[in-house]
């Protein structure tokens, strides 16, 4: 019965992500071809060299709880990534290993915000930030953005936003959902007003780093003045085909990253040990490792814009990272189209599930309610097929 569960549960909406996923599976299960374009999951193996790390794991037995906070040994190698690709000092004592980045995002959000903060998410921002910081009691609010500005907000915007209530700035670059990606010149910029207020943290969450098309991936922890207040978030599952691994890590200030131990230690300590050993060769190796997979993205993502930018209505933007894009369909809203009254963009993402078997999600629950998300994480031949199924659904 829902009333004998608790407030906090009640008040938290599920994952839009994971409902139009879970979706799309009922109508697979009554025999329906649906394309999946609604999770952000690389559709490659993980490579053979990491696979092979974890089988030489498993022989040298390793079974064995492991430390809260992570391998000694797979700190140091985050250490050494951060220092190879971002050019950021941490120390191991710094890191902080957890069951993915999620985890890793709401053990920051945790430990950092009191009942009654307020926690500015860049809007448009991963679905879950909102709601992980809603069951950390703090206030999520949104600075907004659209197409227009390349999904990105200006120092103005967020000066505007500040409040003596203000304890936290989530950012994420490359983005999700947009693919956009903050240079090193926007970032300073947006530094030089947090660095009028001293007691506003900021969270970096970076896990599409090396999914990038041509712009410099910048940390924000490499501002100088920012090191001692950015929460640096970053993971294996998308750039190196690691989804199911749960590997996710996070480097900031020595209090913190020992705040969110003892906040893991209490609900689910250490992470998966053959998992962790796999991640050490994943970070120790050349990217050029894994470029094969970016190369291949960045050819899906040029043919998903040529056939999307070809349907009436649909207005896109070049994402310049990730593998999405985020298109306003506003042009839609209002209208019926076969019988269906297309009220706003849940309606839209309905519409194509139920009229084409395309799964999406809804801009909604990413802070952008004229938009759709569509995932480029799919074979070229589902691409091809899903969009070709969507053109066909509108006309």
Same mark, same amino acid.
């Given at each position: 019965m829902?009333?004998?569960?608790?407030?906090?549960? /009640?008040?938290?909406?599920?994952?839009?992500?994971?409902?139009?996923?879970?979706?799309?599976?009922?109508?697979?299960?009554?025999?329906?071809?649906?394309?999946?374009?609604?999770?952000?999951?690389?559709?490659?193996?993980?490579?053979d060299?990491?696979?092979?790390?974890?089988?030489?794991a498993? *022989?040298? /037995?390793?079974?064995?709880?492991?430390?809260?906070?992570?391998?000694?040994?797979?700190?140091?190698?985050?250490?050494?990534?951060?220092?190879?690709? *971002?050019?950021?000092?941490?120390?191991?004592?710094?890191?902080?290993?957890?069951?993915?980045?999620?985890?890793?995002?709401? =053990?920051?959000?945790?430990?950092?915000i009191?009942?009654?903060?307020?926690?500015?998410?860049?809007?448009?921002?991963?679905?879950?930030?909102?709601?992980?910081?809603?069951?950390?009691?703090? /206030?999520?609010?949104?600075?907004?953005?659209?197409?227009?500005?390349? #999904?990105?907000?200006?120092?103005?915007?967020?000066?505007?936003a500040?409040?003596?209530?203000?304890?936290?700035?989530?950012?994420n670059?490359?983005? =999700?959902?947009?693919?956009?990606?903050?240079?090193?010149?926007?970032?300073?910029?947006?530094?030089?007003?947090?660095?009028?207020?001293?007691?506003?943290?900021?969270?970096?969450?970076e896990?599409?780093?090396?999914?990038?098309?041509?712009?410099?991936?910048?940390? #924000?922890?490499?501002?100088?003045?920012? #090191?001692?207040?950015?929460?640096?978030? /970053?993971?294996?599952?998308?750039?190196?085909?690691?989804t199911?691994?749960?590997?996710?890590?996070?480097?900031?200030p020595?209090?913190?990253?020992?705040a969110?131990?003892?906040?893991?230690?209490?609900?689910?300590?250490?992470? =998966?040990?053959?998992?962790?050993?796999?991640t050490?060769?994943?970070?120790?190796?050349?990217?050029?490792?894994?470029?094969?997979?970016?190369d291949e993205?960045?050819?899906?993502?040029?043919?998903?814009?040529?056939?999307l930018?070809?349907?009436?209505?649909?207005?896109?933007?070049?994402?310049?990272?990730?593998?999405?894009?985020?298109?306003?369909v506003?042009?839609? #809203?209002?209208?019926?189209?076969?019988g269906?009254?297309?009220?706003?963009?849940?309606?839209?993402?309905?519409?194509?599930?139920?009229?084409?078997?395309?799964?999406?999600?809804?801009g909604?629950?990413?802070?952008?309610?004229?938009?759709?998300?569509?995932?480029?994480?799919?074979?070229?031949?589902?691409?091809?097929?899903?969009?070709q199924?969507i053109q066909?659904?509108?006309?």
């Amino acid at each position: 019965m829902k009333e004998a569960l608790s407030n906090r549960i /009640n008040s938290l909406p599920a994952s839009a992500t994971l409902a139009m996923a879970a979706k799309a599976r009922e109508l697979k299960n009554q025999g329906v071809n649906v394309i999946g374009l609604s999770l952000g999951e690389p559709d490659f193996n993980t490579p053979d060299f990491i696979k092979e790390a974890a089988i030489q794991a498993v *022989n040298d /037995n390793f079974n064995s709880y492991t430390p809260v906070d992570g391998y000694g040994e797979l700190k140091e190698a985050i250490c050494r990534k951060f220092k190879r690709d *971002n050019l950021l000092d941490y120390s191991p004592s710094q890191i902080v290993v957890s069951t993915g980045a999620k985890q890793s995002i709401a =053990n920051a959000i945790q430990v950092l915000i009191n009942p009654g903060d307020d926690v500015l998410l860049v809007a448009p921002y991963w679905v879950s930030y909102s709601a992980i910081v809603v069951l950390a009691e703090g /206030n999520p609010i949104e600075i907004y953005s659209d197409i227009k500005t390349d #999904f990105k907000i200006t120092p103005e915007q967020l000066e505007k936003a500040i409040t003596p209530k203000t304890k936290m700035v989530v950012i994420n670059s490359p983005n =999700n959902p947009s693919g956009s990606v903050y240079t090193e010149e926007e970032y300073r910029a947006l530094a030089a007003v947090l660095e009028k207020y001293p007691d506003i943290y900021i969270l970096s969450d970076e896990i599409y780093e090396h999914i990038n098309y041509g712009v410099p991936h910048f940390s #924000f922890a490499q501002i100088p003045s920012m #090191f001692d207040r950015t929460l640096t978030v /970053n993971g294996v599952a998308k750039a190196f085909a690691m989804t199911g691994w749960r590997i996710g890590y996070l480097g900031a200030p020595e209090w913190i990253a020992k705040a969110c131990t003892k906040m893991q230690g209490q609900i689910t300590s250490g992470a =998966n040990c053959i998992a962790q050993r796999a991640t050490i060769a994943a970070l120790d190796a050349p990217i050029s490792k894994i470029q094969f997979m970016v190369d291949e993205f960045a050819t899906r993502r040029e043919r998903i814009i040529d056939l999307l930018g070809a349907i009436e209505g649909f207005v896109l933007n070049q994402p310049k990272g990730a593998f999405y894009v985020f298109p306003d369909v506003s042009h839609y #809203f209002g209208k019926t189209i076969k019988g269906k009254t297309i009220e706003n963009a849940s309606d839209f993402a309905l519409y194509l599930l139920e009229e084409a078997h395309v799964a999406t999600v809804t801009g909604e629950a990413f802070g952008c309610p004229n938009n759709i998300r569509i995932s480029y994480a799919a074979s070229m031949k589902d691409i091809e097929e899903a969009v070709q199924r969507i053109q066909q659904a509108l006309t």
